[in-house]
């Protein structure tokens, strides 16, 4: 980095000599170096949206491989639409509401439809839309798995419209507004979430819950006596791929949030990948004393937990406080999954115990752990921050949800559940030959 900052720094002098002029001053280096810090940000926020795009076939792959072969096709169609149907309302309207002037520190103001970008403008709004318009994407794909297999494509769609053009945006100009044009509350208080363990992962996480609860459980999941039953997914190894990519990815979604090319991204590097690993190791140890075997599913979602734990604190724990945290998100992760089947909500993958209970408790831990000290006033800025997520996040998705229910529909029928929604809601499946084969 600094052999490319000199020579470009000499590249400028040349270009000065070979014009005549006289050799370049302090002050027109400290420009080139501005400039090269200016491009350099541009690259690393670009290539960090990037990597959390990717996060979305991670995504994919693990919601499909935890689910059965015949909702494949409707799983793929979901996370495609996702990001699609996200990214263009958040361009239209979500992007305004999370981050244009705000003078109450509730709601932005301006910048829809992108206005605030101008072809003679500071471009910077695109690379920060861009990187925006991904993590919004993120927020919308967590609900996909916890309602998997029994809701309607249509109703989903409607979903996806909503959490990406309000429901997400809105609390994200409380914590996050000031990014950018705006102002929040939440933030002016005091309140602390890097990269989004409850801006992003507990608002998914508890819509999630709301869907799972009005959606209901999936047929034959719970026997006549309340008695959780295993519905295991039909492609573990895929699973495990989307695992690994959404590690991979959050290497962009934790220190892409500095939208800054600087040495502060090596610090959340280390923290973020220690957390996941913990985070693992701690849901494999876990599970193994629970249920007798090292449980490939629970490990791999002890990996999430790990990623959604560290992700408030990224920028502000040590890594030997990232292990801590990875650590108990492990152990959470897996008591949270059997305790959603103890009540009888049904959510094939864990997503609102990997993102919701796991982003609350990074939420809380990005405060305990706080490198610069901890007081009961941090403490109590970060609880009234979870408990606003909550009541935004489960409030708005329940009413949604039932609105839904009531209009357009969320539940496809017993008949087209059995059947598999790949077929009935998509008129094709993802296996065909496998699949024609094994009813043979």
């Not at 109703?155 to 994200?172: D, E, R």
Request: a negative charge; glycine letters at 14%; aromatic letters at 14%.
């Amino acid at each position: 980095m600094k052999k490319a900052l000199y020579t470009l720094i000499f590249g400028i002098a040349a270009s000065h000599a070979l014009a005549g002029d006289s050799a370049p001053t302090i002050a027109s280096n400290a420009d080139a170096i501005a400039l090269v810090q200016t491009h350099a940000n541009y690259v690393w926020t670009l290539v960090a949206a990037a990597l959390v795009f990717f996060m979305q076939a991670g995504f994919a792959m693990v919601e499909t491989g935890f689910t059965r072969a015949k909702n494949a096709v409707n799983i793929m169609m979901k996370n495609l639409m996702d990001f699609s149907m996200g990214s263009f309302f958040f361009w239209a309207i979500g992007f305004g509401l999370m981050f244009g002037v705000s003078s109450t520190g509730w709601i932005g103001t301006s910048g829809f439809f992108l206005s605030d970008w101008t072809p003679d403008g500071d471009p910077w709004v695109l690379a920060f839309w861009m990187f925006q318009v991904v993590f919004a994407a993120t927020a919308a794909t967590i609900v996909s798995g916890a309602m998997a297999e029994r809701t309607k494509f249509v109703g989903y769609l409607a979903y996806s419209a909503i959490l990406s053009a309000f429901i997400y945006p809105i609390f994200g100009s409380w914590a996050w507004g000031s990014l950018f044009n705006g102002s929040g509350w939440l933030e002016g208080l005091g309140f602390i979430d890097f990269a989004g363990s409850t801006v992003v992962h507990s608002i998914g996480g508890w819509v999630a819950l709301a869907g799972a609860i009005v959606v209901g459980p999936r047929l034959g999941k719970f026997s006549k006596d309340g008695k959780a039953r295993a519905i295991p997914g039909h492609n573990l190894p895929l699973a495990a791929l989307g695992v690994f990519i959404l590690w991979l990815g959050w290497f962009g979604f934790n220190p892409g949030s500095t939208t800054t090319a600087d040495t502060s991204i090596a610090m959340i590097f280390v923290n973020t990948n220690l957390s996941a690993a913990m985070g693992a190791i701690a849901a494999m140890c876990t599970a193994w004393i629970m249920f007798g075997k090292p449980d490939i599913g629970m490990s791999l979602n002890g990996a999430l937990a790990g990623l959604v734990g560290i992700t408030a604190g990224c920028a502000n724990v040590s890594p030997t406080s990232s292990i801590i945290i990875g650590l108990i998100s492990g152990i959470l992760v897996v008591l949270s999954v059997v305790f959603f089947d103890k009540i009888k909500i049904d959510d094939p993958v864990g997503a609102v115990s990997v993102h919701g209970v796991c982003g609350a408790w990074g939420t809380l831990a990005a405060g305990l752990f706080n490198m610069g000290g901890t007081t009961a006033g941090i403490i109590g800025v970060q609880l009234v921050g979870i408990l606003a997520c909550f009541a935004w996040a489960f409030g708005c998705g329940f009413i949604m949800f039932k609105i839904i229910s009531m209009t357009i529909g969320l539940r496809v029928s017993p008949e087209e559940e059995m059947e598999g929604l790949d077929y009935g809601e998509h008129g094709g499946t993802a296996y065909p030959d496998f699949q024609k084969a094994s009813h043979m």
